[in-house]
């Protein structure tokens, strides 16, 4: 399926149909779900060339197309990216960023994306706890894990089988 999104990208470029942050995110968010995080960054690089400006969505694709592909640097290199070009990051900008950590054993910066997160007024879901406590338990970080999952309830977030 993400290649037919690719393909139909393509065929209104060529038709000389302007792409919009809407056709592009489509097309990413297509090939984030596919796994296919060469081809989501090549989307979202040609985004930034063709002067699109890149909205929450289309950086949260391709952030989670990098946790997905295993690339936490490149995760966090856009996330920062997102910062500096001032699109406010949302729950599932952060949920990704913090899980590329998890999965890249980084647990010191799921803590501080989690915090930072906090301090921006977004409120953390299940999935931003689970991600960032599995970060913690995966490197042996027992009492922050603990520390997390009670002020999971404290936040009044439900626990689910993850937890």
């Known amino acids: 399926q993400w290649q037919m999104a690719v393909h139909l990208f393509d065929s209104m470029r060529k038709a000389k149909v302007d ?10 968010s297509a090939c984030e779900k596919a796994g ?17 400006d890149a909205d929450v969505i289309s950086y949260s694709s391709t952030i989670s197309a990098c946790e997905k592909g295993g690339d936490w640097q490149l995760a ?3 996330f920062d990216s997102m910062r500096k070009a001032k ?17 890249g054993g980084q647990w010191q910066l799921a803590v501080h994306l989690f915090d930072s997160m906090r ?12 991600a960032t406590i599995s970060a913690c338990a995966m ?12 002020s999971m309830r404290q936040a009044e977030v439900d626990a689910d089988v993850i937890s």
């Not at 699109?87 to 999965?103: G, L």
């Not at 490197?139 to 009670?150: I, K, N, S």
């Open 87 to 103: 699109v406010d990051a949302n729950v599932i900008s952060y949920n990704a960023t913090i899980s590329a950590c998890e999965k």
């Open 19 to 28: 792409a919009n942050v809407i056709s592009y995110s489509s097309s990413i």
């Open 119 to 130: 301090k921006a007024d977004v409120d953390a879901d299940v999935i931003s706890y689970n």
């Open 36 to 52: 296919q995080l060469q081809m989501a960054v090549h989307l979202f690089d040609s985004m930034r060339k063709a002067k699109v």
């Open 76 to 78: 966090m290199h856009l």
């Open 139 to 150: 490197r042996g970080q027992w009492q922050m894990a603990v520390h997390l999952f009670d």
